[in-house]
């Protein structure tokens, strides 16, 4: 029996031995995000408008966003990945990238939201994780559950690590927990953000940020200010912050 | 007294301090076997809430340690692959150091690590006592119930009488979302309840009322299973009733009814008034027509990349009576004056299992309207006018049948296979009677009395078959499409007039009387078949190749019949057959570039269009005619788009379009059915070229909320179709097609949109200006006629408070119309129309709504000043439990003012419309109805 499992175990999973060295990776994530139970939520939606929503829209199937993040020892860098115009038609995504360094716990992010781009350079905020009782596999990997709270959208955020990577980030900046993140689930489905691949013997990554990018200098608290400001007077208008901000 | 007081506040400093030194947790991670578990996770959380103070990792004999732990209530938690997480308290009260000593970890059992996480990959949670699945992960054949479900699940035994056990304990009882479940038999549940519809199975030790109460545990003999039911199937179905009646014999009935699940959608819905509005709102559209309301890029017709490919999306059918769609008897406005009796309704059916789509609608629209009204028509000429005035009466009644079925499969990811079938069939009944006077200047030309009656009936057949391929090479795309039209329209057309001509001193010269009986059939069938390839060349460079072929065959065959007293007699020089073909092949391609939001494409098609037509004179006159034409055209195509500043968009396009001129026009044939504007065909006509340039751009501040936008176009004629007419002393005018040279088409959209007060007044500003100018012939005088017309529109919501909403709008058009013949007669005509819509929540939940609209229309030229005022008024409350009804009374038209009117350039008509009548209505919504003093705001 104990036999099997091991097998088991190593047929799926990394070998625990080598977990004490220096990792480096390319993960590839793949974000859906769920308009139909978001705006479900806004306050001046009836239950007539939500019904009609998702008869209109439930079955409309979006492919979601690829994001990849790349780390090495303990800097990571998570950004869009290249996509392919084959849809015929190019848009120009909002620029996101987001670096970690675990080790000196400096975050370098460069974020365009509500027609900016700034750029926050500061120390990695301290998340408060709840460790839940709840494991499943990701992309081959066992993971556990933890929750935490975004205060400035009002969410409750599930992360489900995978204490097999021995680096402690996760895609949308999220980190902090004793292995990488492989699952980030925003409000019960609202956004999913899911490891569709996990390449942890990659010969060579790159963690350094785009050289020259033009922004506006910006403390993560001020930020939030803007950005809650936004979300609370667009409510007040009746009407769904969540297309021009990042949900 | 005091001493033992003293002692113990000492003591509980003492304590506070002694509990203010942190102290360090250690111990050792092992299986069951005494083994260590090395570099297994350990955690150190809070034990109130979980919250992660620390973490570490085992060393290689299995040991941790955690120094320095902030004093508190803590817990260890000890994970490693394929065991069961384990949670031990690791408080220190007095802050002493805690040896944990050994933590053995207990393997995953193999069935809960293979089947639960690794095959289905489903979480499993440990809750205490109970062990939870998601079941949507448990795949099981469509139709099972949720027992052949458990039978998949570790852990759980199904006997054959259908008596269940969870890890060797029977379960005694099933609860389906907390709920007991026809009473407590298990079985009940899971025999009948279908698998697909339960999204989690938990089972834990079934509790006693004591424990349930005092929260106390002991060892339980059997356990309780709970189904949690998946939330689209908790869905059921929304609808609503709408019925009202009026004064003036007014009376409206609106009903709609849904259902749908994940794969069906069903819907039903009706509208019966006599009042003008035809009751239906984009959200009964979305509501009636499910997923199916957008087709987003669905055009058939495959082309240059369009303004960079950028999704538009269709309608389905458009254009006017037999080839219109449903949609358009949904998004049919108010009609202008008359009195109105219209009768519409469907049913509308959709599946769809992602690989498989079906839909289907049926629709039978009906609607009739009588108008009495008056109308006058001015035209200029070189030295004279003519004028024109009627009093008229119609009756018209139109009823269709519509239905349209729908199948989209796709066969894997790459194919896809989709046909279309509609079919309309409809009748119509169009009743007139008219009496004009024509004057040339002052002086009487003629009197004309003609009653029209006009049957129609008509059907139509449509099929399509469409395939899409993508290929393994990733941007590599392939279209085709093909298509076939049939249509029948036959007409039979009873016409009776009498007209007088007057000469020069007002005396009767001559009297012309027309009493005929028309019968006109005409058919069309059009074949089309399109193709499209897309070929990546690099990352960022496509070439997109298409061809389109299309084949119009169109026949037609009028007997005209002259009544008299007895008999019925073949109008030989009226009646006619006529057949034409017309072919086109287009054949194009285009290089695009397309790269982090960056699109251009270059391109161009080469154009042939085949004209064959036959037309017959009937009996001895044996007018005959033949067009056997061809025409070759090069059609270029450039359009670019990007964005330049953040939430700012540009665009620029450059194509040409090339239109055939109608085998009708190139028919060298006088057409006389109309004696008082005679056409003759011209064979030298040549397609009409129009050179289309677009500039656009748009840019928006999402945080101040303000957005701009300004749109332009500007289409330069080559070949313009247009007509030379020459009119003879008794004003009958003598027309041919012709093509002209100079005409264009110049517009400029710009708008601006702005909150004065964040979310409480907003503004929209919109300006519109249009110069138009199409040269003709008059009596072999050049007319070049030039418009500008200029359309400014302002527009403020208001909403200050959350029961007060005012909405304001101004809408203006001015016209400033130029004739290069005939000066004098250039006019400046203003069409103004201002509104305000006032919404308030008074005391006991009663709404107020007040709409007053007021038209203005000027045109000094005629001497026009009319000015139209309506008010409407209602009042509204919800009733009934969750506001489930809502009571109106309503007051429309309390001026009774309302016309019917139009007004432009050389135009101008009058006619009754339903006045002034109060109305009461009740709405029963199962969902409740909602109601605001503020707008709906789009999403």
Redesign the interface.
Same mark, same amino acid.
């Given at each position: 029996m104990k036999n099997i499992i091991y097998t088991i175990i190593v047929l799926f999973f990394f070998a625990p031995s080598a977990q004490a060295q220096e990792m480096q990776g390319l993960i590839t994530y793949n974000r859906k995000t769920d308009y139909i139970s978001i705006m479900s939520k806004l306050p001046h939606i009836s239950q007539e408008e939500v019904d009609r929503m998702s008869l209109t829209w439930g079955n409309w199937n979006s492919k979601g966003r690829d994001y990849e993040l790349s780390f090495k020892g303990d800097k990571s860098l998570y950004k869009l990945r290249e996509k392919e115009t084959t849809e015929g038609y190019s848009w120009k995504p909002d620029k996101f990238i987001l670096t970690r360094d675990y080790k000196t716990n400096q975050k370098f992010d460069i974020i365009e939201t509500l027609g900016k781009v700034y750029l926050i350079e500061e120390e990695i905020p301290k998340t408060k994780w709840k460790i839940l009782n709840e494991i499943k596999e990701v992309a081959g990997y066992l993971c556990m559950k933890a929750e935490t709270k975004n205060l400035v959208k009002g969410q409750t955020i599930h992360a489900w690590f995978a204490d097999g990577i021995n680096f402690m980030g996760g895609p949308e900046g999220y980190g902090g927990l004793p292995g990488t993140i492989l699952e980030l689930d925003i409000n019960d489905g609202d956004a999913i953000i899911t490891a569709t691949e996990v390449n942890i013997e990659m010969p060579e990554v790159s963690t350094a940020l785009p050289k020259k990018v033009k922004g506006k200098k910006i403390a993560q608290s001020d930020l939030d200010v803007i950005v809650k400001k936004y979300i609370d007077e667009t409510i007040e208008g009746k009407k769904n912050p969540y297309w021009r901000v990042r949900y | 007294m005091k001493k033992p007081l003293l002692l113990l506040i000492i003591s509980l400093i003492g304590i506070s301090v002694f509990s203010q030194q942190s102290y360090n947790i250690s111990g050792t991670v092992t299986d069951t076997?005494n083994d260590p578990l090395?570099?297994a996770?350990v955690?150190l959380?809070e034990k109130s809430?979980?919250?992660?103070v620390d973490?570490a990792?085992t060393e290689l004999d299995g040991s941790f340690k955690f120094k320095d732990v902030k004093p508190g209530q803590h817990m260890v938690?000890t994970?490693y692959?394929?065991y069961i997480?384990k949670?031990i308290d690791a408080s220190s009260k007095d802050g002493s150091n805690i040896d944990l000593g050994q933590i053995k970890m207990n393997?995953?059992a193999?069935e809960l690590?293979?089947v639960v996480?690794?095959a289905a990959?489903?979480?499993?949670? #440990?809750?205490g006592d109970t062990i939870e699945y998601d079941a949507t992960t448990f795949k099981v054949p469509e139709g099972s119930t949720v027992e052949d479900l458990l039978k998949r699940l570790p852990g759980i035994e199904v006997e054959s009488d259908g008596s269940i056990s969870a890890d060797g304990k029977d379960v005694s009882k099933v609860t389906v979302d907390g709920k007991s479940f026809f009473g407590s038999d298990p079985k009940a549940a899971t025999k009948n309840l279908p698998a697909e519809g339960i999204s989690k199975v938990q089972v834990f030790d079934t509790k006693t009322e004591e424990e349930e109460i005092t929260g106390a545990t002991s060892q339980a003999e059997d356990k309780t299973m709970n189904l949690e039911l998946k939330e689209?199937f908790k869905?059921g179905g929304?609808g609503k009733v709408i019925a009202g009646v009026g004064t003036e014999n007014r009376a409206e009935l609106k009903g709609n009814y849904?259902k749908?699940n994940?794969k069906i959608?069903f819907s039903v819905v009706g509208v019966g008034n006599n009042t003008g509005r035809n009751g239906l709102s984009w959200?009964d559209y979305?509501?009636f #027509?499910?997923?199916q309301?957008?087709n987003f890029g669905s055009g058939t017709d495959y082309g240059f990349?369009g303004g $960079?490919?950028?999704?538009t999306y269709y309608f389905g059918g458009g254009g006017g009576g037999l080839e219109s769609s449903i949609q358009s008897i949904f998004f049919a406005g108010d009609q202008n004056g008359g009195l109105p009796e219209n009768y519409n309704g469907g049913l509308n059916f959709n599946y769809?299992d992602?690989k498989n789509k079906i839909s289907s609608v049926y629709y039978y629209n009906q609607s009739g309207l009588e108008k009495v009204g008056t109308s006058s028509r001015d035209r200029f000429y070189n030295g004279f006018t003519s004028s024109e005035l009627s009093d008229n009466l119609n009756n018209d009644l139109s009823k269709g049948h519509r239905g349209e079925v729908e199948y989209v499969k796709e066969i894997d990811s790459l194919h896809t296979i989709k046909f279309k079938a509609n079919a309309a069939f409809i009748t119509d009944n169009r009743f007139s009677e008219e009496v004009s006077i024509v004057k040339n200047d002052t002086k009487l030309a003629n009197i004309a009395n003609t009653k029209n009656n006009v049957d129609t009936k008509g059907q139509l057949l449509n099929g399509l078959l469409l395939f899409r391929k993508k290929f393994q090479k990733?941007?590599r795309?392939m279209g085709l499409n093909t298509s076939i039209l049939y249509t029948e329209l036959e007409d039979d057309w009873t016409q009776d007039s009498k007209t007088e001509y007057f000469s020069d001193a007002a005396v009767l010269d001559s009297t012309a009387l027309i009493n005929q009986v028309n019968n006109n059939v005409r058919d069309k069938i059009h074949f089309k078949a399109n193709a499209l390839y897309?070929e990546?060349l690099s990352?960022?460079f496509?070439s997109?190749t298409f061809y389109n072929y299309s084949n119009r065959k169109e026949t037609g065959d009028r007997k005209i019949n002259d009544l008299s007293a007895s008999s019925e007699v073949l109008n030989e020089d009226l009646s006619r057959t006529y057949e034409n073909m017309i072919g086109m092949h287009r054949v194009g391609t285009s290089l695009?570039y397309?790269?982090? $939001?960056?699109?251009i494409s270059l391109g161009a098609a080469y154009q042939t269009f085949d004209l064959n037509g036959i037309f017959q004179g009937a009996g001895a006159s044996m007018v005959n005619g033949v067009v056997d034409k061809t025409f070759n055209n090069w059609i270029p195509n450039f359009s670019m788009n990007?964005?330049p500043v953040?939430?700012g968009y540009l665009s620029f396009g450059y194509t040409r379009n090339a239109k055939e001129p109608t085998i009708e026009d190139l028919q060298p044939v006088v057409n006389n059915l109309n004696p008082q504007y005679v056409i003759e065909g011209n064979p030298g006509l040549t397609p009409e070229l129009s050179n289309q340039f677009n500039l656009n751009f748009s840019k928006?501040?999402?945080?101040s909320g303000v957005r701009l936008s300004l749109r332009t176009s500007y289409d330069l004629y080559d070949n313009q179709f247009s007509t030379a007419e020459s009119v003879d002393e008794y004003l009958i005018t003598y027309a041919q097609p012709i093509n002209v040279d100079g005409g264009s088409r110049f517009n400029i959209n710009g708008g601006l949109n702005f909150p004065i007060i964040?979310?409480k007044v907003t503004t929209r500003i919109r300006l519109n200006a249009t110069q138009n100018i199409k040269p003709s012939f008059v009596n072999d005088v050049e007319n070049n006629t030039s418009s500008w017309s200029y359309r400014p529109y302002i527009r403020f919501n208001i909403t200050p408070a959350e029961n007060l909403g005012i909405y304001i709008t101004a809408n203006l058009n001015f016209t400033d119309t130029r004739y290069d013949i005939n000066e004098s007669q250039n006019q400046k005509i203003r069409n103004e129309s201002y509104s305000v819509e006032m919404t308030a929540k008074t005391f006991l939940g009663v709404y107020l709504n007040a709409n007053f609209e007021y038209d203005r229309y000027y045109n000094e030229r005629f001497n026009i000043d009319r000015d139209i005022p309506i008010l409407n008024w209602s009042i509204y409350k919800q009733v009934l439990k969750d506001n489930k009804g809502e009571i109106r009374l309503s007051l429309y038209d309390s001026f009774n003012k309302n016309v019917g009117f139009t007004s432009s350039d050389s135009y101008r008509a009058e006619n009754n419309a339903l006045g002034r009548y109060a109305m009461v209505s009740f709405t029963y919504?199962i969902?409740?109805v909602?109601a605001s003093a503020?707008k709906?705001? @789009? @999403?």
């Open positions: - | 076997l090395i570099y996770t955690l959380l809430d979980s919250t992660m973490f990792r938690k994970t692959i394929g997480p949670s393997e995953l193999e690590m293979t996480i690794k990959k489903a979480p499993i949670k #440990m809750r689209e869905k929304f849904n749908f994940k959608q959200d979305q509501d #027509m499910g997923s309301s957008f990349p $960079g490919g950028r999704h769809d992602t990733k941007g795309n897309v990546p990352k960022r496509f997109q695009r397309s790269f982090d $939001g960056m699109n990007f964005e953040s939430n928006s501040y999402p945080i964040k979310n919504n969902r409740g909602k503020h709906k705001s @789009w @999403w």
